[in-house]
């Protein structure tokens, strides 16, 4: 469990949840070429699901769309594993295919919701009624989805996936300068965030 602090690295102590399985040694591109793609693709799948999984969610993939997202990322790999080269680790491959679908399905929620927002407010939920179940959780959790998308990917990266700065702007597409500035932005927006919450938490206990 995190400190009463939640800022930089603790967010990931936070959450709780189990570290992603290591690469399997035998998922390499020879073995790739060689091994049929369903075993090839059991093997990414049993090494790698619950990662992908946590993944989407921690980049804003509503709770009811995770089920398909999860499926569509392992469509891609599927269609894409044979042509793996193994020039980059196989979870930053990975993890890129699960960016670009994290962003589809935010884009597709934001549609939905704007479409609907003359009916139904987008999230009528508060954040502070995160809190009731796992303080900590729910904090970080609620401050991690106040980012802009932008902030919220490289956060993630950098203090969650702890990939370095490099590899977070070649997952990204972006220049690495880039990278440090979101970075350095996320972290202000996160623990302010945290902040904010912790606040309203206090007031809504007082008497």
């Not at 060689?34 to 804003?60: K, P, T």
């Not at 995770?66 to 599927?78: G, H, I, P, T, Y």
């Not at 894409?80 to 979870?91: E, I, S, T, V, Y």
């Not at 179940?133 to 969650?160: G, H, P, S, T, Y």
Request: charged share 25%; aromatic share 6%.
């Amino acid at each position: 469990m995190a400190t009463d602090t939640l800022d930089g690295r603790s967010y990931a102590t936070a959450i709780e949840e189990p570290a992603p399985a290591p690469v399997a040694a035998s998922v390499t591109a020879a073995s790739v070429t060689v091994a049929s793609a369903s075993a090839a693709i059991a093997q990414v799948y049993a090494a790698h699901g619950d990662y992908v999984f946590r993944c989407l969610r921690s980049l804003g993939v509503r709770a009811d769309l995770l089920d398909d997202a999860f499926q569509d990322v392992f469509l891609v790999v599927q269609d894409k594993l044979a042509a793996f080269d193994g020039r980059a680790k196989l979870q930053t491959w990975l993890y890129a295919i699960v960016l670009r679908v994290a962003r589809r399905y935010r884009e597709r929620s934001a549609r939905e919701a704007s479409r609907f927002v003359a009916d139904e407010p987008a999230s009528t939920r508060k954040p502070e009624d995160e809190l009731v179940q796992n303080e900590q959780l729910a904090l970080a959790r609620c401050a991690l989805n106040a980012l802009d998308d932008a902030k919220r990917e490289v956060f993630v990266l950098a203090l969650v996936e702890q990939m370095s700065a490099p590899e977070i702007a070649a997952v990204m597409d972006v220049p690495l300068n880039t990278v440090y500035s979101r970075l350095r932005a996320a972290r202000i927006a996160f623990s302010t965030e945290v902040a904010r919450l912790r606040s309203v938490q206090k007031s809504r206990r007082s008497p």
